[in-house]
């Protein structure tokens, strides 16, 4: 296998994707359910057609949502304190497009309420012995303010078959949450990342064209 993801992001490659962009269109609150896996706590939605991006022309719904602590993704040799993965896939071939998004302590003014009782309810369904422990939330809660500046690359799942069927979008600058409560998050999350694989052959593509380096490194 050639293509497995996760990767340290290098020399990323300037692409103007024009009318292929990616586009968002989580829409609202969603409704979804945890579900306690071999990796770790995952929030998992029914099948709904208003809830999907859009990736190079092609569809992909909302599927799961689940971090990973620390993250998988390094760029430039740094690793973020968390990433946040929000899983979608296409109806039609079973293609799988995830957005990675970096989280780092910070003191922003929106300390994201939403995902702080979110988490609050993952803990809570990890000691439940009921079946099902029903959530709701705004996706779009998770996007940092700029969202379109991020990195793609033809990569794999990160966890058991580790099937190289995904296109990757990753964010280039982080979500900045209270410190307080990403400690929390963070107590929650004690799995290890999967180390990152080579490139090989691949290229990984970025929307911007700076010399900027993400903020929030580590």
């Known amino acids: 296998m050639s293509q497995q993801s996760p990767i340290d992001i290098r020399n990323p490659i300037y692409a103007d994707f024009g009318n292929n962009k990616l586009k968002i269109e989580w829409n609202g609150d969603v409704h979804g359910h945890i579900h306690q896996g071999d990796h770790g706590l995952q929030v998992v939605f029914a099948s709904d057609c208003r809830q999907y991006i859009e990736l190079s022309g092609k569809q992909y719904h909302l599927r799961q949502f689940h971090f990973h602590h620390p993250s998988e993704h390094w760029v430039d040799g740094d690793q973020h304190t968390m990433e946040l993965h929000v899983v979608h896939q296409n109806s039609h071939d079973g293609s799988l497009a995830v957005i990675g998004i970096f989280i780092e302590p910070g003191k922003t003014k929106d300390p994201l309420h939403l995902l702080f009782t979110q988490i609050a309810s993952l803990s809570s369904a990890g000691s439940s012995n009921g079946p099902d422990y029903h959530v ?7 996007l940092p303010s700029d969202w379109e500046k991020h990195y793609r690359y033809e990569g794999s799942l990160t966890t058991p078959p580790y099937s190289e069927n995904v296109s990757w979008v990753v964010l280039k ?3 900045e949450m209270n410190k307080t409560k990403l400690a929390k998050m963070l107590e929650l999350f ?5 180390f990152p694989h080579p490139l090989n052959r691949r290229y990984v593509l970025s929307t911007f064209n700076d010399s900027e380096k993400p903020k929030g490194k580590k």
């Open 136 to 142: 709701s939330f705004n996706p779009q809660d998770f």
């Open 173 to 175: 600058n982080p979500y």
């Open 190 to 194: 004690k799995a290890e990342a999967r």
